[in-house]
């Protein structure tokens, strides 16, 4: 897999997270009929978000039919505004469509009329958060989540909009202690999912696919346990186990059938696998359902391995022209080893100066910086990215070719092996460039350094870092 990065890990943990912040103010208006009526869908996207699950996306379709009749009607509605327009945020991450983005702040900005934030209404707060997120404007996100926060420090649903929000700065202390704290005020399967995530970025893999098994148990929908067996694969498929990360996504699939990451994961099992027919037929499948630019990428790499340079490009370009935010390190990767290096740099030194310093961001940086002929610089980044806790193939193979082109072979050796270690497929193009470069590095030497070596330089500190 070429990116291991921040969208992946919303549309699997954030998602349900972004309806549930508004979740409590819908109140359907068969409430109080004896007998109660069967649910409708409407109710149903409700009920799961309450709950912070995932609804069905047809059922979440509906919802938001059923507020935009409603508005129309009482369009002084702030409560059922907020609600529509955190339905707009998560559509648009489920479908991977940029247009329902604008939507939801139309939604939202309508709430905050009738409703400003300093009269409260933390529905529509929260809706501007996820929505924030969603663009990739992690640093609005952690400021209209933590004005909730401050406001109301047990509402429960403030808490996965600014674990995704400081994951998205980079500050992964307060994403911990964010979800501490989730799972003091809730439970059930959203508390295990974002307890995974943490695990996972910490580099304790045993524990994480724990707490996502826990997830899968927990799940109240069908939707809401097909991502959780998605996370479950993607867990098996980074520690370079690919059977059983198919399993994991075929049983997804079995829930819901167009599960776009599902069928992502199952593309780039197959391929692991040397299913190359069935990986092409699953990322497609996967990019008709759910268009993001890291699968774009992956797709296109896997293309491009197979020599069908034509499509790889065309992946390449839509990727570049699809419009969706939230991707500046997985475009600038794309840049970097497939377009203008120095193009890649320019984009991620922005990102990084705009405090988006996850380490995501470091490594695509770092990468950038070295294919622009800056490995120096480019080392300082991939440490960063590497010495942050989660176990990367990717990561570790970045740093390990900048480290061979500064001639630091026994770190370069080391980095190289431990990512064909962590996941010997980890990428269709780039696995089988790591087994290269270790093959011309040789075996290491037998003897020890003599005492006239000079011993590394510690790495400088990033640029704009203070101590």
């Given amino acids: 897999?070429?990116?291991?990065?921040?969208?992946?890990?919303?549309?699997?943990?954030?998602?349900?997270?972004?309806?549930?912040?508004?979740?409590?103010?819908?109140?359907?208006?068969?409430?109080?009929?004896?007998?109660?009526?069967?649910?409708?869908?409407?109710?149903?996207?409700?009920?799961?978000?309450?709950?912070?699950?995932?609804?069905?996306?047809?059922?979440?379709?509906?919802?938001?039919?059923?507020?935009?009749?409603?508005?129309?009607?009482?369009?002084?509605?702030?409560?059922?505004?907020?609600?529509?327009?955190?339905?707009?945020?998560?559509?648009?991450?489920?479908?991977?469509?940029?247009?329902?983005?604008?939507?939801?702040?139309?939604?939202?900005?309508?709430?905050?009329?009738?409703?400003?934030?300093?009269?409260?209404?933390?529905?529509?707060?929260?809706?501007?958060?996820?929505?924030?997120?969603?663009?990739?404007?992690?640093?609005?996100?952690?400021?209209?989540?933590?004005?909730?926060?401050?406001?109301?420090?047990?509402?429960?649903?403030?808490?996965?909009?600014?674990?995704?929000?400081?994951?998205?700065?980079?500050?992964?202390?307060?994403?911990?202690?964010?979800?501490?704290?989730?799972?003091?005020?809730h439970s059930g399967a959203v508390v295990r999912a974002r307890t995974a995530q943490v695990y996972r970025d910490r580099g304790w893999r045993e524990d994480a696919g724990a707490a996502a098994l826990d997830a899968v148990a927990l799940a109240r929908t069908p939707t809401e346990k097909a991502a959780a067996l998605a996370r479950l694969g993607d867990l098996a498929w980074e520690r370079g186990e690919p059977e059983e990360a198919l399993g994991q996504y075929g049983a997804a699939l079995g829930l819901v059938r167009d599960h776009g990451p599902s069928l992502a994961g199952r593309a780039r099992a197959f391929a692991a696998l040397g299913r190359t027919a069935e990986a092409v037929r699953d990322w497609r499948a996967a990019l008709e359902r759910l268009p993001l630019p890291e699968y774009l990428l992956e797709a296109g790499e896997l293309f491009e391995a197979l020599d069908r340079d034509a499509e790889a490009q065309a992946l390449y370009e839509r990727a570049r022209t699809g419009g969706w935010p939230r991707a500046e390190a997985v475009l600038g990767l794309l840049e970097a080893e497939h377009g203008d290096p120095a193009a890649a740099v320019r984009r991620l030194r922005a990102e990084w100066a705009r405090g988006h310093r996850s380490v995501q961001v470091a490594d695509a940086l770092g990468w950038a910086l070295h294919r622009a002929g800056e490995p120096e610089e480019g080392l300082e980044y991939a440490k960063r990215a590497t010495e942050e806790g989660l176990r990367s193939a990717l990561f570790a193979y970045h740093r390990g070719e900048i480290e061979r082109a500064l001639g630091a072979e026994g770190p370069a050796r080391r980095h190289l092996a431990e990512a064909l270690r962590t996941n010997?497929?980890?990428?269709?193009?780039?696995?089988?460039?790591?087994?290269?470069?270790?093959?011309t590095l040789g075996p290491p030497p037998d003897t020890l350094p003599s005492d006239g070596d000079t011993a590394p330089t510690p790495p400088k500190r990033p640029a704009g870092e203070r101590a």
């Fill in 1 to 185: 897999m070429k990116t291991e990065n921040v969208s992946r890990t919303v549309l699997a943990c954030g998602v349900g997270a972004v309806l549930a912040a508004t979740a409590l103010v819908y109140v359907p208006e068969l409430v109080g009929r004896t007998p109660p009526p069967a649910p409708g869908p409407a109710e149903r996207a409700a009920k799961a978000a309450n709950a912070g699950a995932q609804a069905a996306l047809p059922d979440l379709v509906a919802l938001i039919a059923d507020r935009e009749k409603w508005l129309r009607a009482h369009p002084g509605d702030e409560a059922s505004w907020a609600m529509l327009g955190a339905a707009y945020t998560e559509r648009g991450l489920r479908r991977a469509d940029a247009a329902d983005l604008p939507r939801a702040e139309g939604a939202l900005k309508r709430s905050l009329a009738v409703r400003p934030a300093a009269r409260g209404n933390p529905d529509a707060q929260l809706g501007m958060a996820a929505l924030a997120n969603a663009r990739g404007d992690w640093k609005s996100a952690k400021e209209w989540a933590e004005r909730v926060r401050g406001a109301n420090p047990k509402r429960w649903s403030a808490y996965p909009v600014l674990i995704d929000a400081y994951n998205g700065l980079g500050d992964y202390k307060a994403a911990r202690k964010a979800t501490e704290t989730l799972a003091e005020l």
């Fill in 424 to 439: 010997p497929h980890f990428s269709p193009l780039l696995a089988a460039r790591a087994r290269q470069s270790l093959t």
